[in-house]
């Protein structure tokens, strides 16, 4: 009688387990740190929507080696008679023993558990997921710090353009030219997540599932080969475009005319019904993706205020409505995320009010076309007003893709060019991200991220992270400098048409600290040394550096 009773106990504390759970699965045997580990769990019931946490949430809740509680969502899978199956995925950021155990909510009320069980994750070498640093760099769960540079692929060819520049043919290119962070959306076309009826694509068809199944194939491929090639991605999860009466809204999901719960897009802000739906697909996003260490970031929208604002700026959807959204769910993507991705969001041009201040959203972006030349500044003065990193998430010579690019190839590719050393040398954890992937790798510029990333390294290397302005001048050339440990960093640019030779005045090191003096010339790759230099009253002077019309030099002072 006493070990029928202890076994009732148990069978109690453990939440009468055998009455939903069928099984639970380790399905990968050997976990280790910063890698995926997957489990599958049977559930003795089905439901009607089990994509809808109101009616049911799995979740997975473990206990890490430190001590530290953590709460993973899992997502369901399929229905199997009168079983419904349903997956975890989840990377260890530490070593050491796991316990763990599968917790099922139905309803608000009715909450069951499975028994316990544990595993061990192995050390690694990896560095882990990314997280907000300072204005200048991002940072590894290891400490590592990282600096963004990449591109916009803002998704995969539509119906009407070339096949060519698929995500398996430009992001190998990118990553073997030193490039190491892309950014792409979620839409009708790409990665249609939540759309049952996709536009402009020959790769995603309709469906009249949850999600879409297309969508969720393909990101799952692109997730593990941007981590197969030390690439992180920002993920947008909408377009403003999703939201324009005439253009793409007719076929939303949160469309009532769709089966949704909004009648306008300003009801996809500010209905109760529309931000559970949300909250719902967030949760699936966090649960199927979250493990990922190559997502850089979660981004919810393409320039919203391209959504917010008519052509003739006037306000057509409460800026209120959308800060308060945003905040809402950066507050429930966080409290479901137990990985602390960057949570962000982006504007063209124009400021919702209030949304550069919410505390939830870890960075603020915006996009730049047709003032390159602003970057620096910009960078600067998002910093200050708002004490946030801030991104340029795009940046353009022109953004009219109804103009001939070819007539004007020649400005494209030198505002490709300044763009990225502006960022290089700005307080911006990630780089301007150039817009136009296809173009720009006709013209074989994908390459050019190598002397970018050449520098960054060695930035990184030389001051661990570490970053300072400093004041510098030159005659006839734009100039920027900064210190990284002990080396100091100049970059020179020649906008003009003419060749200029100039003295580059650099506050901070005197002559006898030095030992050397490199030049950098990005358009062939090379490294010189210099020794023409010397000392002034309060820093060092270089002497006759030659720039041809339109070329940079990098000037590496050690």
């Given amino acids: 009688m006493r070990i029928v009773a202890v076994c009732f106990v148990l069978y109690v504390l453990q939440g009468c387990s055998d009455r939903i759970f069928q099984s639970q699965q380790q399905e990968t045997s050997n976990i ?105 760099t991002l940072k590894f769960d290891s400490g590592k710090p990282f600096r963004g540079i990449g591109e916009n692929v803002g998704w995969e060819p539509r119906s009407f353009s070339n096949p060519k ?5 430009l992001l190998p290119r990118l990553s073997a030219s030193g490039a190491n962070f892309f950014r792409s959306w979620m839409a009708p076309n790409n990665f249609p997540l939540e759309w049952k009826t996709v536009k402009n694509t020959n790769r995603y068809t309709d469906t009249d599932e949850y999600f879409n199944p297309g969508g969720v194939k ?20 909408d377009s403003h475009n999703t939201l324009i009466e005439n253009n793409q809204w007719e076929i939303h999901n949160y ?28 949760r699936y996003i966090v649960a199927r993706w979250g493990y990922a260490t190559s997502i850089g ?13 008519s052509e003739e700026d006037s306000v057509i959807i409460s800026h209120d409505a959308i800060a308060d959204w945003h905040r809402e769910m950066a507050a429930y993507l966080k409290s479901i995320d137990p990985y602390d991705h960057i949570v962000t969001t ?16 870890d960075l603020n972006q915006m996009h730049i076309y047709k003032r390159t030349s602003r970057i620096p500044e910009g960078i600067r003065r998002y910093n200050r007003r708002h004490n946030k990193p801030f991104v340029w998430g795009e940046f353009g010579y022109e953004w009219d893709w109804n103009k001939d690019f070819e007539v004007i190839g020649d400005e494209m590719d030198f505002d490709y060019k300044r763009g990225l050393w502006y960022g290089l040398f700005s ?36 001051g661990k992270g570490s970053f300072e302005i400093l004041d510098v001048k030159a005659q006839r050339v734009e100039s920027y400098a900064v210190k990284c440990g002990d080396s100091y960093f100049i970059y020179l640019l020649n906008t003009d048409k003419q060749v200029h030779t100039t003295d580059v005045w650099l506050a901070g090191p005197t002559r006898e600290a030095i030992t050397t003096v490199q030049v950098y010339d990005p358009s062939q790759g090379e490294f010189t040394h210099h020794n023409e230099f010397s000392e002034e009253d309060t820093g060092l002077r270089v002497e006759g550096l030659t720039l041809e019309a339109g070329q940079e030099r990098i000037v590496i002072v050690r």
């Avoid at 970031?297 to 604002?309: R, S």
């Avoid at 173009?439 to 970018?452: A, I, N, S, W």
């Fill in 32 to 136: 280790r740190q910063y890698e995926k580990a997957e489990f599958s769990i049977v559930l003795k019931e089905t439901f009607e929507n089990p994509y809808d946490q109101r009616e049911v949430a799995l979740n997975m809740v473990l206990t890490s080696p430190s001590g530290k509680s953590l709460v993973l969502p899992c997502f369901f899978e399929r229905n199997d008679g009168e079983q419904s199956h349903w997956r975890a995925r989840f990377t260890p950021q530490e070593s050491g023993k796991y316990s763990y155990y599968f917790e099922c909510i139905k309803g608000e009320t009715q909450s069951e558990r499975s028994s316990e069980k544990s595993f061990a994750a192995t050390a690694s070498d990896k560095d882990g997921f990314l997280h907000i640093n300072d204005f200048w």
């Fill in 165 to 169: 520049w698929t995500y398996d043919y």
């Fill in 218 to 237: 393909r990101l799952d491929e692109v997730v593990e080969l941007a981590d197969s090639l030390g690439m992180y991605m920002m993920l947008a999860f």
């Fill in 255 to 282: 469309n009532k005319a769709n089966g949704g719960p909004a009648s306008t897009p300003e009801e996809f802000f500010t209905l109760k019904e529309s931000r559970d739906k949300y909250k719902n697909r967030l």
């Fill in 297 to 309: 970031a979660w981004e919810f929208f393409n320039e919203i205020d391209n959504a917010a604002f």
């Fill in 346 to 361: 982006s504007i063209s041009h124009r400021e919702i009010r209030g949304m550069y201040d919410i505390d939830e959203l």
């Fill in 427 to 462: 307080p911006t954890p990630i780089l301007p991200m150039s817009w136009w992937w296809e173009y720009f790798d006709e013209r074989g510029m994908t390459p050019y991220f190598r002397h970018v990333r050449t520098i960054s390294d060695m930035m990184l290397e030389a």
